[in-house]
């Protein structure tokens, strides 16, 4: 029955990941942060070229450039002096990089300050931002222009432009895309190119086998159709998604994403209306894998029950799943809302050793990151993983959307909330070259809600 309830919340939890943008960000009081481990430099040499660029340049310009995500770009002296003082500041507070989970295991593209680094800033900042000789400034990182993944094997894009009006509520909108494929194929990355960086705040691509997708956009005038946050149709699984900060990785060989023959790909852009007219025309660029697969990528999303009493700021919810089988856990993405404050996943092995896996102290509902490990995470069968999560519901959290605070529980809307954390894994018995199908997560649960019921009867 519980299985059942968290297997509902799950496929729920699937087709609505596309969640708003709060319109300003303000953030919760935070603990003070602890005393950084630095060694001050001699006083009054630290410069611009010499020291602090190469940090600038490596950690905050991948976004802070032409183009890119962040609103102003950190690439010369005069970009990064004009804002020295609030530059150490949220060094400090760890509000930039963006990268959210406290060390752990190593993540791939991990981009987080050291103490050092951190100090470094602010004693520059403090000495008064000097510039140095413009002949020790490094050069810029080479940033990879256009599709990351090099050039796709099939660029799909909205049928037509979008404009999006100047005010109004966010509108989730959808667009079909049919494949036309006369085969089933294998995708070994999905990456997203938002065709307005001003107005797209994320996306989301999911596989329709239903025609339901299109019956809707028949229906509605203009291009595309438009939802609440869901997509309107039972989806055959979401393949890609887009935020900022968030890069399409290839999967590694032999492993691939199931795109049946004759469906439909569904773009959903969720946008942020500016106060402009604006057109859109998202694209995406579509990598078939190379060679045989072996192995499905899951997405499994570990949720659980809320229901966050209205003045509570310490909501707590736990909530585990055995592991039936033995997997290959590759990536943990946690997602909440406004409310949300912390989470934390981790494994337990049979043995009792905890594994963590991710753990986001200060959520930050404008970083919806998906965390991969470097080295996969093996968990053998009869392992458990565990999702823990705090709200604060109270009238002190300025991202509270309601004031008064009012009861909250779990739905699509930004001030609705969710639990979840989807795992991306691997089933190590799988294996397709051989023949050998493990069905869908779906078996996988009813399973090992059978293996619990019959264990509780003995
Ligand atoms: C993954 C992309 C990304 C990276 C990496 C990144 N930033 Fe940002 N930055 C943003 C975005 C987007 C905003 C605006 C939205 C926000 O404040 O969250 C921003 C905002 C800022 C602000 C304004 C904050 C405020 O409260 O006014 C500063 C200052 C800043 N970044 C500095 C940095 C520095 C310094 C680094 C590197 C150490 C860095 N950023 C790395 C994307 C990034």
Known sequence: MKLRLLLGLALVALLALAVPRAKSNPRPKTPDPKPLVYSPRPANTLTFTKDVAPILFANCASCHRTGEVAPFTLTSYADAAKRAKTIASVVEKRVMPPWKAAPGPAYVDEC???????????QWTAEGAKEGNPADLPALPKFP????NGEPDLVI????????PAEGRDIYRNFVIPTGFKEDKWLSAVEIHPGNRRVVHHVLVHLDVSGKASELDAKDPGPGYRTGGGVGFPSAGQIGGWAPGNVARRSPDGIGVNVPKNSDIVIQVHYNLNGKAETDRTKIGLYFAKGPVDKRARLFPLASRISIPAGDDNYRVTSSMPVPSDVTLRSVMPHMHLLGREMKVFATLPDGTELPLVHVPEWDFNWQMGYAFKEPVKLPRGSKVTLEARYDNSADNPRNPNSPPKPVRWGEQTTDEMCLAYLNFTVDSESLTQGKTVPSVTDYLRKAGEARRKKQEK
Do not use: A, H, S
């Open 157 to 164: 894009e909205m049928p037509e432009p979008y404009t999006v």
């Open 145 to 148: 222009d256009g599709w990351r």
């Open 112 to 122: 987080r300050l050291t103490d050092d680094q951190i100090g470094l800033i602010k």
